[in-house]
């Protein structure tokens, strides 16, 4: 199962340029999980204890408002999820919903965190995946203040 998970490994953006003595590490350091559709990963407001990097399938990625839910992103394979709750030690900022049938490598946060500050390059990768969701993020918010400013819902199939 191990080689598996490392082959998983080396398919993913973050770990791609990683040597595979680390990778073996990090494989063995992280838990093989499955969700079916509908099954949540983590919860808003929950302790962040892990980061999950997506092996097969897709999520959404909510957030709570007054008007209910509402998604924010979409993942899909190769994606990183829940190091934000890690990195900055907060509760989990949005809720991640699997979509399909989903694999994902669960990182504890402490090897997480190890990865980050052991592997430079896996923090850098890490920042410019924050800084692309915080740019996509902003323009959902902006997009959201257009429609409500002008008072109608928007129809996407329109």
Do not use: W
């Not at 909510?62 to 907060?90: F, N, P, Q, R, W």
């Not at 990865?115 to 890490?126: D, H, K, R």
């Not at 800084?131 to 996509?136: E, I, N």
């Amino acid at each position: 199962m191990l080689k598996s998970e490392i082959e998983l490994l080396k398919s993913v953006p973050l770990f791609s340029g990683i040597e595979p003595a680390r990778l073996k590490l990090i494989a063995y350091t992280s838990d093989q999980v499955a969700y079916r559709a509908g099954q949540v990963l983590c919860r808003q407001g929950d302790p962040g204890d892990a980061a999950y990097v997506l092996t097969e399938g897709e999520a959404d990625v909510s957030i709570a408002t007054e008007a209910g839910d509402y998604v924010v992103a979409h993942l899909k394979t190769g994606d990183v999820v829940g190091e934000i709750a890690i990195l900055c030690d907060v509760p989990r900022t949005a809720t991640v919903t699997a979509k399909t049938r989903l694999s994902a490598l669960r990182i504890r946060k402490d090897a997480f965190l190890q990865l980050v500050t052991q592997l430079p390059e896996i923090g850098t990768e890490v920042m410019r995946g924050l800084a692309v969701r915080l740019s996509r993020t902003n323009e959902e918010l902006a997009r959201a203040r257009n429609q409500a400013s002008e008072g109608t819902p928007r129809d996407k199939d329109q």
